[in-house]
Structure formats: structure tokens, C-alpha cells
């Protein structure tokens, strides 16, 4: 059984950094993809970061595009996201994803962020920006 644990999360102020890990473990994801999601308050859920374990492509909304960065330490089987310049709304609990890359994929392309997609997922941390 696939198992995912979030970490890292807690209070920073606003224009400061955070670094999340996503620890797996379970069996080898190879040919996966492994996410970030996030959801606040009377808020869906969002997708804000993904990597192909395959070959390392990484996928980010517009909305946290050159904040954040989603990376991979296969050593450690573990994966990261790196956020910085954090904004208040960025606030919410956020959450490590992963499922096989081919239920992301029709029609030509892959849609990372479908959380329906995915079966795993860990408990979530909290981030919390405010000064």
C-alpha cells in the first residue's frame, strides 16, 4: 500500500518561504505522478505542483508559477515543494498526491491536477500565512 506523509508545514509571514516534504513509501513509484494539492477554507481543492516520476516534468498553475517548486529526492524517496514570496492566500492545508501517470493522460495530454484522479494521498499539513 502506497503511503504518503506531508510535512513542514506551519506559520510564516507574508513574503517568506516554506519548504513541504512528501515522504513515500509503500512500493516504487515509477511511471507516477506525485502532486501537491491544497485546499482552504469554502475553497475546492487545488493543484498547485506535480512531477513525473518517469522523467522528472514538472506542472504548475499559473497561480503559483515561479513561487513554487515541486522536486524530488530519490534517495530518500521523498518529494519537496519549495514555496517562496508566500502571499496570505496562499493559506490552506496542503496535501501530497500520487496515482499511476496514465489516469492523467487522454487526449493527448496529461492533466496533473484532477484530484479525482487520485487514490493516494496523505493527511495534510497546515500552512498558515499571516503576519
Known amino acids: 500500500q502506497l503511503q504518503l506523509v506531508e510535512s513542514g508545514g506551519g506559520l510564516v509571514q507574508p513574503g517568506g518561504s516554506l519548504r513541504l516534504s512528501c515522504a513515500v513509501s509503500?512500493?516504487?513509484?515509477?511511471?507516477?505522478?506525485i502532486s501537491w494539492f491544497r485546499q482552504a477554507p469554502v475553497k475546492e481543492r487545488e493543484g498547485v505542483a506535480c512531477?513525473?516520476?518517469?522523467?522528472?516534468?514538472?506542472y504548475y498553475p499559473d497561480s503559483v508559477k515561479g513561487r513554487f517548486t515541486i522536486s524530488r529526492d530519490n534517495a530518500k524517496n521523498t518529494v519537496y515543494l519549495q514555496m517562496i514570496s508566500l502571499k496570505p492566500e496562499d493559506t490552506a492545508v496542503y496535501y501530497c498526491?500520487?496515482?499511476?501517470?496514465?489516469?492523467?493522460?487522454?487526449?493527448?495530454?496529461?492533466?496533473?491536477?484532477?484530484?479525482?484522479?487520485?487514490?493516494?494521498w496523505g493527511k495534510g499539513t497546515l500552512v498558515l500565512v499571516s503576519s
Open positions: 498526491a500520487a496515482d499511476l501517470l496514465q489516469k492523467l493522460y487522454y487526449s493527448g495530454y496529461y492533466f496533473p491536477f484532477e484530484a479525482p484522479k487520485y487514490n493516494y
Open positions: 509503500g512500493f516504487t513509484v515509477d511511471n507516477y505522478a
Open positions: 512531477i513525473r516520476t518517469n522523467d522528472g516534468v514538472t
